[in-house]
């Protein structure tokens, strides 16, 4: 079964600055999907990003983007200008595309925003 | 508005008996999931359905039964097999292989 793993257990980062989680994951496959999702403290899991990863353009949103480096199977998250608003639970998580229909989480990252 | 809900937000539990969750999905999504969350070992999936009247094991499904008889609907018993069932549970729908949606989770406890 494909793992996903987030080595940081817990990050910090200044109001304004910009912060990079870390993600990792074991597979086989090569046609997958990948997932950065957000837990802030009512514990609503939010979609933050998403990457498909026959595509080698790295996914943006505002300003979220990720690294996603698919011969190091290392997709890390990159959250710029970061605001109080970002604190939370984070989340990385691996889909295939063809095998079993399941999504894979990892242990996540607990940021804290410094004002 | 389509989502999904899940029912309750607390459960107390008592030694020796069965409860059960309940997720309830408007999107029309297919799959349905459930996770358990515990402190430090994010989220493991305990069961998921792909379509009505099937459903698989997940990576600790033991202690733990499931049922898709709608589309709609995808409730999870914690038997009192599970030897330690109190966690936080989220329940996920998707369609296709693409993002899943989270209700808003059950905080069960046993008591």
């Known amino acids: 079964a494909q793992t996903v793993t987030q080595s940081q257990p817990e990050m910090s980062v200044q109001e304004a600055e910009t912060v990079t989680l870390s993600c990792t994951y074991d597979?086989?496959?090569?046609?997958?999907?990948l997932f950065w999702y957000k837990q802030p403290p009512s514990r609503q899991m939010i979609l933050v990003i998403r990457?498909?990863?026959?595509?080698?353009q790295n996914a943006t949103e505002n300003r979220f983007s990720v690294n996603f480096q698919k011969a190091a199977k290392s997709f890390s998250l990159k959250i710029s200008d970061s605001q109080l608003g970002d604190a939370a639970m984070y989340f990385c998580a691996y889909r295939s595309r063809w095998g079993n229909n399941d999504m894979r989480f990892g242990a996540g990252t607990r940021l804290t925003v410094k004002p | 508005d389509g989502g999904i809900t899940q029912s309750p937000k607390y459960l107390f539990r008592k030694e020796g008996q069965n409860v059960t969750l309940s997720c309830e999905q408007n999107l029309n999504h297919d799959a349905m999931y459930w996770y358990r969350q515990d402190p430090g070992q994010g989220l493991r999936l305990i069961y998921y359905?792909?379509?009505?009247?099937?459903?698989q094991k997940g990576d600790i499904a033991e202690g733990y039964s499931v049922s898709r008889e709608k589309k709609e609907s995808f409730p999870l018993t914690v038997t009192s097999a599970q030897k330690n069932p109190t966690a936080f549970y989220l329940c996920?729908?998707?369609?296709?292989?693409?993002?899943?949606?989270f209700g808003q989770g059950t905080r069960l406890t046993v008591v």
């Open positions: 996920a729908s998707s369609s296709g292989r693409d993002k899943a949606f």
């Open positions: 359905s792909q379509i009505v009247n099937d459903f």
């Open positions: 597979t086989s496959e090569s046609d997958y999907y």
């Open positions: 990457q498909e990863a026959y595509k080698q």
